[in-house]
């Protein structure tokens, strides 16, 4: 669906809004720091950012029970891409180096790699630098238009919101503040999923987080895409977020023991 939006915004000059379609709410696709000839898609969600997220739960979840990369994985790791969300294609560049450092080590010092697989690998190589060749003047004058040449909102926003969680009492900081950040007049999810848990539940927020040790067991690459998961704006009432956790447990040796 994103990929028929990105078509018809850039071939037709005519914007699919599917939220407008479906909840009569307008979408962000602007944003884009005044580069003309690009939009920030965002498919079905509000906010490019919003999609990104969510398809990375989705992705990483599609990994734990397959444990492979395979063409949907591809195609919905690159689908982020038309979004121009900042935490997108930070989180697109590390799993493209972890993908590859994998695929490397496989073939150079496992000697086995599978040919769906290997086809695989080249096959993203190849479309990675098709859209370098097709949109890398844009996509570099976006980059350097928002983030060097203008203050960011969000970098803003997310230090005032540092700020305000380490001005609270100390009760505060043991207990947390709860769900009532609201109350506060930010919103800190946009501080990262472990930060934003934190605040909520202080030190029970962080308890969560152990469940990175499973996968230090379970395989490198899940272990990176969980920590891409606890830094994303995902928060902890998304229900994605606990069926990707759940996953998690069923791959490790909890039930077992219990």
Known sequence: TIALQAYFIYFENYHINYLEMIMGRDQRITGTAGVKGIFRLSDMYNEPGTYSVFMYALLFSRYLLNKKIDLVFVIGLL?????LSAQAYVSFFIIVLAMFAKFFFDVFFKFKVSKTTFSINIIFIFIIFSVWLLFGEQIIAYIDARFFQATDATFSHRTKATNMILSQSIF??????GFNY??????????????SSYAQFSIFGLLLFLLGYILLKYDFLSL????LMILSKLSSI???????FALIVSKSNLFYLM
């Open 224 to 227: 990176t895409m969980f920590i």
């Open 182 to 195: 609201q109350g506060y007049g930010l919103t800190i999810t946009d501080l990262g999923l472990f930060l």
């Open 79 to 83: 689908s982020t891409l038309v979004t």
């Open 172 to 177: 505060t900081l043991i207990v947390g503040i």
């Open 238 to 244: 998304y229900p994605i977020l606990w069926i990707y």
